[in-house]
């Protein structure tokens, strides 16, 4: 995982770039044990059936490449060197300058990612907790500074900071290095090694909606390193296969997060492994060297690769009376997903096909308005002409209403449009979506 400055802002982004969600060496040597160690499952059993575009795709990769030898381990586990020249060899890329890593104890690291938690300010925690409210994906009363706390001290396993070029991980630096160690080393000498030889590209959000852009840059950091880790490793669809299925476990795992929040965890990983990985298969390590040169600009192009989309800018809401703009945050495609994924917060209500729902998605922002007496929110999507074909959702041209018990919200599709208002009244809420 890659840390970011404390200056870093954006809706969740802040716990996004903190976390790192390497258990696929943990997972892998527990399934090692039930299986009765080695190789005692194929390929397809240990795929699971998955259909995760970016587990097929690092199998279309594993399966293709040439075998490597079996190798006798050091029972002492390997050094540092011995990891970074084969992190070098897997990603053909050469260290201008070897880091040398910050050894934490479990208790130490865990501490110290509890410390992030501070920079996610009580303003953006409240900023955060009234999008997901309205949108009906967090119980109202969430505490999420807490939340995203506890959280972080549990999952926190490493990271790289590269103003600093610090890079830090879980382990003994007088001890070798244990498998899970290892794995985890060589995920963030990856960071550093793609840091110095291609420039990390920007992961700092300057403007408000340039959020999706940031998250998505991200993706393709992590996307990166994920793959070079699986490929580094001979075990590496094993471990692939085995953790993605258990991070998106965590989303409902009494993490106190909404789901929303959880699932910005694993995006960069999972979603992120796709896109390098297709990026890979098309044009090998030159073609993930080029993404780079040229970030993607949304997440539309992780979870689509080949697309190549300037988002659009969509249209704010008109002046209310009373009401005072207060927030814009960049709505992505994959924020839209994860609605999908889990309506009302409960993945167990999860609409068939969420992925290509947002297929059509070209820009999208939230407002947070606010007046003294309450808080009013606009979801504003632009989405390919063709998609909506019809002027209305009613010939009224008014919308869908529907009124709650504490928000009303109204439901306005026009043309390349989609204008979700919602507030204290359907009159605020038509307003909004008008």
């Known amino acids: 995982m890659v840390e970011p400055p404390s200056r870093r802002r954006g809706l969740r982004l802040e716990i996004v770039l903190l976390v790192v969600l390497v258990l696929a060496a943990a997972t892998l040597f527990a399934w090692r044990l039930t299986s009765g160690g080695g190789r005692a499952r194929s390929i397809e059993e240990t795929f699971l059936g998955s259909n995760d575009p970016g587990l097929s795709c690092l199998k279309r990769v594993i399966e293709s490449s040439p075998a490597r030898g079996e190798e006798d381990p050091d029972p002492d586990g390997p050094s540092l060197e011995e990891v970074a020249a084969g992190v070098e060899r897997v990603r053909r890329l050469q260290f201008e300058q070897l880091p040398e890593p910050m050894y934490l104890g479990p208790a130490e690291l865990a501490e110290r990612a509890t410390g992030f938690a501070e920079e996610y300010t009580e303003e953006q925690a409240t900023r955060d907790a009234r999008i997901l409210t309205a949108f009906g994906a967090m119980e109202p009363g969430t505490d999420l500074r807490a939340a995203v706390s506890a959280s972080l001290g549990e999952q926190v396993a490493g990271f790289y900071e590269p103003e600093s070029e610090d890079l ?7 001890d070798g290095l244990d498998p899970l160690e290892e794995s985890i080393l060589a995920h963030e000498l990856t960071h550093a090694l793609t840091d110095q030889a291609l420039g990390l590209p920007p992961l700092e959000v300057k403007r408000p909606g340039e959020e999706d852009a940031v998250f998505a840059a991200m993706s393709l950091v992590e996307g990166d390193a994920t ?23 965590l989303a409902t795992a009494g993490s106190g997060l909404p789901y929303h929040f959880m699932r910005t965890f694993l995006f960069p990983y999972a979603e992120g492994l ?9 044009g090998g390590w030159e073609g993930i060297d080029a993404a780079y040169r040229e970030p993607p600009r949304s997440t539309h192009e992780i979870l689509f690769p080949g697309t190549r989309i300037l988002p659009s800018d969509p249209r704010d809401p008109v002046a209310i009376g009373g009401w005072t703009s207060r927030t814009v945050v960049g709505w992505g495609a994959a924020d839209l997903m994860f609605l999908f994924e889990a309506p009302g917060g409960d993945p167990g209500r999860r609409i068939d096909g969420a992925r290509d729902a947002v297929a059509g998605w070209r820009g999208g922002e939230v407002h947070v308005l606010e007046r003294e007496s309450g808080v009013a929110v606009l979801l504003a999507l632009d989405q390919q002409e063709e998609a909506f074909p019809d002027d209305d959702v009613e010939p009224s041209g008014r919308g869908f209403a529907v009124d709650g018990a504490s928000q009303d919200a109204v439901l306005r599709c026009h043309g390349d449009e989609i204008r979700l208002g919602i507030g204290p009244d359907r009159d605020t809420a038509r307003r909004l979506a008008a």
């Open 168 to 174: 830090i991980v879980v382990g003994a630096a007088d």
């Open 227 to 249: 793959l070079t880790e699986a490929l580094y490793s001979s075990e590496g669809l094993l471990a692939a296969s085995a953790s993605i299925p258990a991070l998106s476990g």
């Open 274 to 282: 796709g896109f390098a990985c297709r990026r890979f298969e098309a």
